[in-house]
T-cell receptor
Framework: DADVTQTPRNRITKTGKRIMLECSQTKGHDRMYWYRQDPGLGLRLIYYSFDVKDINKGEISDGYSVSRQAQAKFSLSLESAIPNQTALYFC??????????????FGPGTRLTVL | GESVGLHLPTLSVQEGDNSIINCAYSNSASDYFIWYKQESGKGPQFIIDIRSNMDKRQGQRVTVLLNKTVKHLSLQIAATQPGDSAVYFCAENKVGNYQLIWGAGTKLIIKP
């Protein structure tokens, strides 16, 4: 079984709809992240969470919100989807090891299309 | 702004040859660098990392070289195989920093 799972894997929606993308992990990591990937570009950080009570904005948080329901679950919401939010979305996890930079482990991605 | 970039968007190599993927970075405060591999339809997968106090680090069939003088990072893949076909990303951050700065990626194509 995959350590980091994302649902749904694909979603097509219309402008103005509310969308929630979900991420679950079985790695026991305390840190979780949401990224967006556009064609020809690297990943850009939307939100990150260091634990259940800690939520932080990333580089491109406008138009998005998140919820850390439990250590293992981190969901991303688009309150009112717009076409330029069409992209591939990745969830990632990591475990802080007290100084050394933590390697991030990625889920398989959710392909979102906003019409 | 500070960024990480790649010299070549696409690299074609013959199966069995060595591959070299390059990356330039501009943030002099970065002291930790990572290479990820992303296969079609999958999330990025960690390959190898290197700290700024090192010039070279080797893994299984992969070697990362860091040249801090010219702010250049490279990934060498020995005896390239069809399974190496993917997009390769370099990323950087400062030790302990949450945020990875990603390059745009290089697509590696293996010719039979």
């Amino acid at each position: 079984d995959a350590d980091v799972t994302q649902t749904p894997r694909n979603r097509i929606t219309k402008t103005g709809k509310r969308i929630m993308l979900e991420c679950s992990q079985t790695k026991g990591h305390d840190r979780m992240y949401w990224y967006r990937q556009d064609p020809g570009l690297g990943l850009r950080l939307i939100y990150y969470s260091f634990d259940v009570k800690d939520i932080n904005k990333g580089e491109i948080s406008d138009g998005y919100s998140v919820s850390r329901q439990a250590q293992a679950k981190f969901s991303l919401s688009l309150e009112s989807a717009i076409p330029n939010q069409t992209a591939l979305y990745f969830c990632a996890t990591s475990q802080w090891t007290g100084g050394a930079s933590d390697t991030q482990y990625f889920g398989p991605g959710t392909r979102l299309t906003v019409l | 702004g500070e960024s990480v970039g790649l010299h070549l968007p696409t690299l074609s190599v013959q199966e069995g040859d060595n591959s070299i993927i390059n990356c330039a970075y501009s943030n002099s405060a970065s002291d930790y660098f990572i290479w990820y591999k992303q296969e079609s339809g999958k999330g990025p997968q960690f390959i190898i990392d290197i700290r700024s106090n090192m010039d070279k680090r080797q893994g299984q069939r992969v070697t990362v070289l860091l040249n801090k003088t010219v702010k250049h990072l490279s990934l060498q893949i020995a005896a390239t195989q069809p399974g190496d076909s993917a997009v390769y990303f370099c990323a950087e951050n400062k030790v302990g920093n949450y945020q990875l700065i990603w390059g745009a990626g290089t697509k590696l194509i293996i010719k039979p």
